[in-house]
């Protein structure tokens, strides 16, 4: 759920992608990795971060793309439109 919960922060609202606005993809990757998903921050693979990565970008309103951006190529694109 992109929208949140009681317990964790919505990924897909207007709240979430004004925090994000204009900071790098770079930045939104490395804070998943560091702190999801809750109480096991970091156990995914990157492959599996780069999924999320996608489907929290598509959730908010960027066009689907190739699910297999590599993390060091998203220092170069800003979140927002």
Same mark, same amino acid.
């Given at each position: 759920?992109?929208?949140?919960?009681?317990?964790?922060?919505?990924?897909?609202?207007?709240?979430?992608?004004? =925090?994000?606005?204009?900071?790098?993809?770079?930045?939104?990757?490395?804070?998943?990795?560091?702190?999801?998903?809750?109480?096991?921050?970091? =156990?995914?693979?990157?492959?599996?971060?780069?999924?999320?990565?996608?489907?929290?970008?598509?959730?908010?309103?960027?066009?689907?793309?190739? /699910?297999?951006?590599?993390?060091? /190529?998203?220092? =170069?694109?800003?979140?927002?439109?």
């Amino acid at each position: 759920n992109m929208r949140g919960t009681a317990g964790t922060p919505a990924l897909a609202d207007p709240g979430f992608r004004l =925090a994000w606005q204009g900071r790098r993809l770079s930045e939104l990757f490395e804070c998943m990795k560091t702190t999801m998903p809750p109480g096991r921050t970091g =156990a995914l693979s990157d492959a599996d971060y780069v999924h999320l990565h996608a489907a929290i970008l598509e959730a908010n309103g960027f066009a689907p793309g190739s /699910k297999t951006v590599l993390p060091e /190529k998203l220092e =170069a694109i800003a979140f927002g439109h």
